[in-house]
């Protein structure tokens, strides 16, 4: 009895799943709830994180809050997606979801830096396979023709985080405490899971291969040299001259090395090499990885100098970034909704380039007298660019390779993305933060400091302080952060140029007319999919049971091989 009710509830009951429209959509309403709990999280620690750390008295440590979540996220992005490819991705992504519920828990009530650090990189292993597995399970029920309607407001999500974030952090940190930043995880994961474990009726598989345990080991050492690569550089105690920092590029250097020569030796390799010889794959995970590093370093900086610029507080400030997510959420549904209609994809990625390619260069102009409606109209743009690139780069990989690696594939692109945003990031950040503080300093000497005095408070320089300083002295600030940032857009703009050239290269390929459940068997779909439910419906309620063979699925869909158009 008890395993009939099991498998119920992973959509096994009477024969194949049937993926109506109906159980398509319930399904989606599950990946919603999960997204959101993920990226809403984000956005409301960053608009807290000082006022933890200062509580905390972690300032010294501050940066492994984010260090903790981006490296054990990354790391677990291609375990969950080559896992939820072989076993099966409902119990993966429940498990993910109360990784991270049980985790905010821990963050919300930690004693002290230590546990809230630990907490985080807890909290990272969850929010890494919810972001893999939507997509993945996504590509399982959606045919790659009609996806496109569906991965839109999966973006769209990340961009209503990213407003709704900074304004519910600002409130709970003025009016209630800084752990309502994770409080609020706790009943939102506890529905995302009760949503998830009634809609999320996919079907669970047993291993027919031995796993590759090796590779994920040297996968998640690579990942970890090279999260530690960029953050020593990046960090003022250490430097891109640090013994130290090379010493972590050199561990990058072996683990890789010695996964690629695993890889072409497994049975079934959680990073297949051939995807490294499949050209579509290729060529949009590239353009990925080099926005990754463009689009995220942007990102990273842009607000900061806001704050400064307008002498908000962080939760206000926010509200400014407001334009590039109306751009980002417009276009991300709109050309889904185009490329579901007409089938061509080809044309976003290039157009996106140029858009935010024209944003960037718009910002290389960036001075203390530029006005905040200007400014808010170049992130506009910069965010209709994203939203034409994000997630159609994630769709052409997933149509690029078989359905029965849809999930690995998946993993993979987003894998390399976060690559590129913890190289972009750390690189530029150091960049952005040398230029800074050398002119913070001169500014502060320039008021009648010390040069010890000008040092000391050029590292602790906040809105708040600004807004209490001379006007002179507010102006001199202001121009340094411009004259500082406005440079940083110069030496992100030949990535995107690459990111460009890649996106006029990438060869416009059908897309696939059979979700990858239904290539691989698991289901049968579309008005087939509908008349069956019907029947059994119709049969439940005289009494009759109807039987569903197995679907018949062509071997060239169950290949995955892609035509040139």
Same mark, same amino acid.
């Given at each position: 009895m008890s395993s009939t009710k099991s498998a119920k509830r992973a959509g096994r009951s009477d024969g194949p799943l049937l993926l109506t429209q109906r159980r398509i959509w319930t399904i989606f309403s599950a990946l919603i709830a999960g997204m959101l709990l993920s990226s809403l999280d984000q956005t409301i620690v960053s608009t807290a994180m000082?006022? $933890?750390? =200062?509580? @905390?008295? /972690?300032?010294?440590?501050?940066?492994? !809050? #984010?260090?903790?979540?981006?490296?054990?996220?990354? %790391?677990?992005?291609?375990?969950?997606?080559?896992?939820?490819?072989?076993?099966?991705?409902?119990?993966?992504?429940?498990?993910?979801?109360?990784?991270?519920?049980?985790?905010?828990?821990?963050?919300?009530?930690?004693?002290?830096?230590?546990?809230?650090?630990?907490?985080?990189?807890?909290?990272?292993?969850?929010g890494g396979g919810l972001m893999i597995l939507s997509q993945a399970i996504i590509a399982d029920i959606v045919p790659a023709s009609q996806r496109g309607?569906?991965?839109?407001?999966?973006?769209?999500?990340?961009?209503?985080?990213? $407003?709704? =974030?900074? @304004?519910? /952090?600002?409130?709970?940190?003025?009016? !209630? #405490?800084?752990?309502?930043?994770?409080?609020?995880? %706790?009943?939102?994961?506890?529905?995302?899971?009760?949503?998830?474990?009634?809609?999320?009726?996919?079907?669970?598989?047993?291993?027919?291969?031995?796993?590759?345990?090796?590779?994920?080991?040297?996968?998640?050492?690579?990942?970890?040299?090279?999260?530690?690569?960029?953050e020593f550089g990046g960090n003022k105690d250490h430097g891109w001259d640090a013994l130290e920092t090379w010493a972590w590029f050199a561990g990058l250097v072996?683990?890789?090395?010695?996964?690629?020569?695993?890889?072409?030796?497994?049975?079934d390799p959680v990073l297949p090499m051939s995807f490294f010889r499949n050209r579509t794959f290729l060529l949009a995970t590239g353009i990925g990885l080099v926005l990754?590093?463009?689009?995220?370093?942007?990102?990273?900086?842009?607000?900061t100098f806001l704050q400064m610029a307008s002498g908000t507080s962080a939760a206000v400030s926010g509200l400014l970034m407001l334009p590039m997510m109306v751009g980002l959420i417009g276009t991300s549904i709109a050309s889904g909704n185009l490329i579901s209609k007409t089938g061509r994809y080809r044309v976003f990625p290039i157009v996106g380039t140029i858009l935010v390619a024209a944003a960037m260069l718009c910002l290389t102009q960036l001075a203390a007298d530029t006005p905040i409606w200007l400014i808010c109209v170049y992130l506009f743009v910069f965010g209709a660019g994203l939203g034409l690139i994000m997630q159609v780069v994630v769709l052409v990989a997933q149509n690029a390779v078989p359905a029965s690696q849809v999930g690995t594939a998946t993993s993979t692109n987003n894998y390399f993305r976060e690559v590129g945003a913890s190289l972009g990031?750390?690189?530029?950040?150091?960049?952005?933060?040398?230029?800074?503080?050398?002119?913070?300093?001169?500014?502060?000497?320039?008021?009648?400091?010390?040069?010890?005095?000008?040092?000391?408070?050029?590292?602790?320089?906040?809105?708040?302080?600004?807004?209490?300083?001379?006007?002179?002295?507010?102006?001199?600030?202001?121009n340094a952060y411009a004259d500082s940032l406005a440079p940083v857009f110069w030496y992100l703009l030949p990535f995107i140029a690459v990111a460009f050239l890649l996106a006029l290269f990438l060869p416009q390929i059908k897309l696939s007319?059979?979700?990858?459940?239904?290539?691989?068997?698991?289901?049968i779909g579309g008005a087939e999919a509908d008349e069956l439910e019907k029947a059994r419906q119709d049969a439940a309620a005289g009494g009759h049971p109807v039987a569903t063979a197995a679907p018949s699925v062509p071997d060239s869909v169950r290949s995955g091989a892609p035509r040139d158009e």
């Open positions: 000082p006022t $933890i750390v =200062g509580e @905390l008295g /972690g300032v010294a440590h501050q940066a492994w !809050l #984010t260090t903790g979540y981006l490296l054990a996220s990354t %790391i677990v992005m291609p375990i969950y997606g080559k896992f939820g490819d072989v076993l099966g991705r409902r119990n993966l992504f429940l498990i993910a979801i109360a990784l991270f519920t049980i985790a905010s828990a821990g963050c919300a009530f930690a004693g002290d830096f230590t546990q809230l650090i630990v907490w985080r990189a807890v909290q990272g292993l969850g309607k569906y991965l839109g407001p999966l973006g769209a999500i990340f961009g209503l985080s990213a $407003i709704g =974030g900074p @304004l519910l /952090g600002g409130f709970f940190v003025d009016h !209630l #405490t800084w752990n309502w930043a994770f409080y609020i995880n %706790i009943p939102v994961g506890i529905a995302a899971f009760c949503i998830a474990w009634f809609a999320l009726t996919l079907p669970t598989k047993k291993a027919e291969k031995r796993i590759d345990v090796l590779g994920v080991l040297l996968m998640s050492a690579a990942t970890t040299c090279l999260v530690f690569f960029s072996v683990a890789a090395s010695l996964l690629v020569l695993v890889e072409t030796r497994v049975e990754g590093i463009g689009m995220f370093a942007a990102i990273g900086f842009v607000p990031t750390a690189v530029f950040g150091a960049l952005f933060t040398a230029r800074l503080t050398t002119s913070l300093t001169d500014v502060f000497r320039g008021a009648g400091g010390s040069a010890t005095d000008a040092a000391s408070s050029a590292g602790s320089i906040d809105p708040a302080t600004v807004a209490k300083l001379p006007e002179a002295v507010q102006d001199g600030i202001v007319d059979t979700a990858g459940m239904v290539a691989r068997g698991e289901a």
